[in-house]
């Protein structure tokens, strides 16, 4: 069986290189995508720079609004901004946002550095991701607009959802009550 196996990968790799299947990729977009460390909840790994609201706004309105909506309200794709703070159990998934719903600062900053915009994954510069941050932050009224965000202040930043990371204690399970979009 492993005989098998091993000449249909031999073949397959034949027959891909015959009629030339795949793109070569080169060292500079390897590099695009190659993001580490991988920023953790208490904020190892998040690179030097620093965020401002109203730059935010700004990269928002041109990269991000045409997918989220003008106020983070979502469509075509999901809502950013939304109340109530924080889930519970009669909350509806499309209601799920950044600020009822993310427990770390530092994984939004993760996540928007990695896939955001839409199709464009990992072409934010660290800056851009730190203002959009501090936007989207503001926006949810976790901070104020004249809170800086950077590699010191946004691991100490509170999410109102943090709490949701407790176990139930009957379930012993977290989230028990919920069900993903």
Known sequence: MSRLLLVLVVLGLAFAARYRLGTPISEELAAQYDLRPVVLPDGRGLPPGEGKVEEGRRIYAEKCASCHGANGEGYPFNRLVSEPFPITPDTEPVE??????????????????????????????????????????????????????????????????????????????????????
């Open 96 to 181: 799920y946002a950044i600020g009822n719903y993310w427990q770390y600062p530092t994984t939004l900053f993760d996540y928007i550095r990695r896939a955001m915009p839409f199709g464009q994954g990992g072409t934010l510069s660290n800056e851009e991701v730190y203002h959009l941050v501090a936007y989207l932050l503001y926006m949810n009224g976790i901070t104020d607009a004249s809170t800086p965000v950077n590699q010191a202040t946004l691991p100490r930043i509170r999410m109102p959802a943090r709490d949701l990371l407790h176990l139930d204690p009957e379930t012993k399970r977290r989230f028990p009550w919920l069900t993903l979009p």
